[in-house]
T-cell receptor
């Protein structure tokens, strides 16, 4: 049972372009939605997170858009750079719980 | 500051052998998580502890897997006996110990069971 569905599996973008990764969830009890970034040979690291009381959160070139009614959220990377090439995971957790459910990941390649 | 430290970084062993993975969480963090990452299943939570007490072990695949946290600065994940299907990257993560806090991951142990 996959509680958080992530797409696409892989994404290739040219330098300077916009990368968009989408996630969907079913459990309405989820109330915390982080994105993690993982480089080869390293563990995932928190990139940005959002709670459902806001529809958008921006940190530098990274933006999370959240659609509560559609139960979807997405990560936008503006002005994508080769250094952004990594695997990105969306995740979700229920209120009061530390337990994260991860999407399957998206491998992003930014070509120079 | 030191992050989460895992050892060994790589482990290759034969089927049937006992495997012990080790983790030192970030000092001051009260929660510790063990994850397994494979291409097929992605990143799966195996078990997590809060204040050294196991809170949720529903992700532990079977009785061959066990985890302990004898004190706030050390945890082990043990597989006995190991099987080829256990081959994966195992991550340990720690956090401050309440919801909506970042989980800080170690660099993982790449386990190969022959």
């Amino acid at each position: 049972q996959q509680q958080v569905k992530q797409s696409p599996q892989s994404l290739i973008v040219q330098k300077g372009g916009i990368s968009i990764i989408n996630c969907a969830y079913e459990n309405t009890a989820f109330d915390y939605f982080p994105w993690y970034q993982q480089f080869p040979g390293k563990g995932p690291a928190l990139l940005i997170a959002i709670r459902p009381d806001v529809s958008e959160k921006k940190e530098g070139r990274f933006t999370i858009s959240f659609n509560k009614s559609a139960k979807q959220f997405s990560l936008h990377i503006m002005d994508s750079q080769p250094g952004d090439s990594a695997t990105y995971f969306c995740a979700a957790s229920k209120g009061g719980s530390e337990k994260l459910v991860f999407g399957k990941g998206t491998k992003l390649t930014v070509n120079p | 500051d030191a992050g989460v430290i895992q050892s060994p970084r790589h482990e290759v062993t034969e089927m049937g052998q006992e495997v012990t993975l080790r983790c030192k969480p970030i000092s001051g963090h009260n929660s510790l998580f063990w994850y397994r990452q494979t291409m097929m299943r992605g990143l799966e939570l195996l078990i997590y502890f809060n204040n050294n007490v196991p809170i949720d072990d529903s992700g532990m695949p079977e009785d061959r897997f066990s985890a302990k946290m004898p004190n706030a600065s050390f945890s082990t994940l043990k597989i006995q006996p190991s099987e080829p299907r256990d081959s994966a990257v195992y991550f340990c993560a720690s956090s401050l110990g309440y919801s909506n806090q970042p989980q800080h991951f170690g660099d993982g142990t790449r386990l190969s069971i022959l």
